[in-house]
C-alpha cells in the first residue's frame, strides 16, 4: 500500500506565499508524474500543476508566473511553491501520484490541505 501526506497549507494573505508538500511512503518501486489538483468551494476538482519523471512541468493559465512545481525523488516528495497568492487561490489542495508498485501504476492521492487566500 501507498500513502501520500500533505502539509504546508494555513491562511495568508493576498500576496503571500505558501509552500506546499506531499510525500509518498510505503510499497514504492519508483514515481512517473506527480502533481496537484485543487478544489474550490463549491467547485469541480481542477488540475494546478504536473512535474514528470524527467523534470518537464506544465501549469494551468491561471497559476502560470506564480507557480512552481518541482520534486525530490530521492524522498518520495513533491513540493509546489505559490507566490503572489490571491483570494481565488483559495481551495483544497490535493497532490496526486503515478507509482509504480512491482509491474504496476497507479495513481494515488493525498488527504487534501486546505489554503485560504484572504483579501
Known amino acids: 500500500q501507498v500513502r501520500l501526506v500533505e502539509s504546508g497549507g494555513g491562511l495568508v494573505q493576498a500576496g503571500g506565499s505558501l509552500r506546499l508538500s506531499c510525500q509518498a511512503s510505503?510499497?514504492?518501486?519508483?514515481?512517473?508524474?506527480m502533481g496537484w489538483f485543487r478544489q474550490g468551494p463549491e467547485k469541480q476538482r481542477e488540475f494546478v500543476a504536473t512535474i514528470s519523471s524527467g523534470g518537464s512541468t506544465d501549469y494551468t493559465d491561471s497559476v502560470k508566473g506564480r507557480f512552481t512545481i518541482s520534486r525530490d525523488n530521492r524522498k518520495n516528495t513533491v513540493f509546489l511553491q505559490m507566490n503572489s497568492l490571491k483570494p481565488e487561490d483559495t481551495a483544497v489542495y490535493y497532490c496526486?501520484?503515478?507509482?509504480?508498485?512491482?509491474?504496476?501504476?497507479?495513481?494515488?492521492w493525498g488527504q487534501g490541505t486546505q489554503v485560504t487566500v484572504s483579501s
Open positions: 510505503g510499497n514504492i518501486d519508483s514515481i512517473n508524474d
Open positions: 496526486r501520484m503515478s507509482v509504480v508498485s512491482g509491474l504496476t501504476a497507479r495513481p494515488y
